[in-house]
């Protein structure tokens, strides 16, 4: 008959780490002993922290939000363009998840940025990414955008800048049709703060 015993008072412990991929990402092979004893192997992708922004216009009751090609929703789902949230790595020496969340803004949509709300910081795939995203909400008004965005050129994104309205937006969410999980945490954020811009 075999016999379980969970090891009182014992904490998970990293024994070691081996980097078996270094390029854009960083891929670990971990050794961990977990709190019954038992001894594991996991592997870790490591790329960075991220900085995600949804800017909304109070008096037209709409937000910004960018269209762009992604590979693997390209190899997974075939789709050419997926709907997101405006985001960015904290790639900057010295940069933190706010300077980054407005340098993608005025990038990628063309906006400047005053006040950032910020959200949550999260964990954007816990199971194998050590990735955290700080989700920020952001008022802008029509004379903050100051170009056409699109993002920079030579790192070919492919970006469309959208103007999207905030009850569009909702009733995406409500049938499910929201696809990035960026925006949809932001989504829903600014209509539990501001239900009132959500109204049909």
């Known amino acids: 008959m075999a016999i379980s015993c969970r090891i009182i008072g014992m904490k998970p412990k990293l024994l070691e780490v081996t980097t078996v991929y270094s390029g854009y990402l960083t891929v670990d092979a971990l050794q961990v002993r977990l709190s019954d004893g038992s001894i594991v192997s996991r592997e870790v992708e490591r790329h960075g922290d991220a900085a ?10 709409c937000a910004l939000v960018v269209h762009l090609f992604r590979a693997p929703v390209f190899q997974e789902a075939g789709m050419e363009s997926i709907e997101e949230a405006c985001a960015g ?3 900057e020496a010295g940069q933190d998840a706010e300077a980054t969340a407005r340098r993608e ?9 005053a006040t950032m709300d910020l959200v949550s910081r999260v964990w ?3 199971g194998v990414s050590s990735e955290r995203v700080s989700l920020f909400l952001a008022p802008y008004v029509s004379a903050d ?11 070919h994104e492919g970006i469309t800048v959208v103007e999207r309205s905030l009850p569009t937006l909702a ?30």
């Open 171 to 200: 009733a995406a969410a409500d049938q499910g049709r929201i696809e990035d999980s960026k925006l949809l945490s932001l989504v829903l954020a600014l209509r539990l703060r501001a239900p009132e811009l959500f109204a049909a």
């Open 105 to 113: 803004a005025y990038e990628e949509l063309g906006v400047r940025l």
């Open 52 to 61: 995600a922004v949804l800017p909304y216009d109070r008096e037209r009751r």
């Open 124 to 126: 954007s795939s816990p």
């Open 89 to 91: 790595m904290i790639s």
């Open 145 to 155: 955008r100051v170009s056409a965005g699109g993002g920079i050129e030579s790192e």
